[in-house]
């Protein structure tokens, strides 16, 4: 077993750079943490968002981090210090929010991982960018106003780089995909439910080959 706690990122590189998507996923089981993830790294998708909206997430996490070589695990759903620290000591080498306050970021900020902070309107944008932050998780990406949303940020903020989440399918990634202020996206189509429940890890595998693939 390694240490609970993994080395950080390199300082030069970023959650947004690691591939085109990036696998948000929610485990009822810790059980099937080890294989989900190997089957998504083997498919090109190293960075895994395990989101805290289920018991078994910081178990997930410290699985991963612990056993599976490759992956970049994350924690999701982060909306308070206490899951800051809880996460990061689990091993999450990068943590996602889907929204922000100052007593968030500055737990964030002294993780000493990297962070995405979810935001949906261009005053949140800019606030960020106030503190320093110019990479950001867009949420929810669909409902917020998509890819035209994204494209007007572009001009007067350029320095702003984001991971849209919500509602984005294989079909509609690749247009976010192409903005030049996207790194990646989040989604969760390549670990359904029911693959997930039949422990279909090659349907995951080629799923996440397919999504690997998006960013032409």
Same mark, same amino acid.
């Given at each position: ?58 178990? +997930? ?50 993780? =000493? ?32 106003? =998509? ?15 984001? !991971?849209?989440? =919500? ?16 790194? !990646? ?22 799923? +996440? ?8």
């Amino acid at each position: 077993m390694t240490s609970s706690a993994p080395a950080a990122l390199p300082a030069s590189a970023s959650v947004l750079d690691l591939a085109p998507v990036v696998p948000v996923v929610a485990l009822e089981d810790a059980a099937d943490a080890v294989p989900l993830a190997r089957a998504l790294v083997a498919g090109g998708l190293p960075a895994i968002e395990v989101t805290l909206r289920t018991a078994a997430a910081l178990d +997930a996490i410290r699985a991963i981090a612990a056993e599976v070589q490759g992956a970049v695990v994350g924690a999701g759903t982060v909306i308070s210090a206490r899951n800051v620290t809880e996460t990061v000591s689990a091993g999450a080498r990068f943590l996602v929010s889907p929204g922000w306050t100052d007593t968030l970021l500055d737990a964030m900020e002294a993780s =000493g991982v990297p962070f995405l902070p979810g935001v949906s309107t261009t005053s949140e944008v800019v606030a960020l960018l106030e503190r320093g932050v110019t990479e950001m998780k867009f949420f929810p990406a669909e409902a917020a106003g =998509g890819t035209a949303y994204l494209k007007a940020l572009s001009s007067p903020l350029p320095q702003a780089r984001f !991971c849209p989440t =919500g509602g984005i399918s294989p079909a509609s990634a690749p247009a976010y995909l192409a903005l030049p202020n996207v790194g !990646c996206v989040g989604g969760s189509w390549m670990v359904p439910g029911d693959a997930i429940a039949a422990k279909d890890w090659a349907r995951v595998q080629r799923l +996440a080959r397919e999504a690997s693939a998006l960013r032409g």
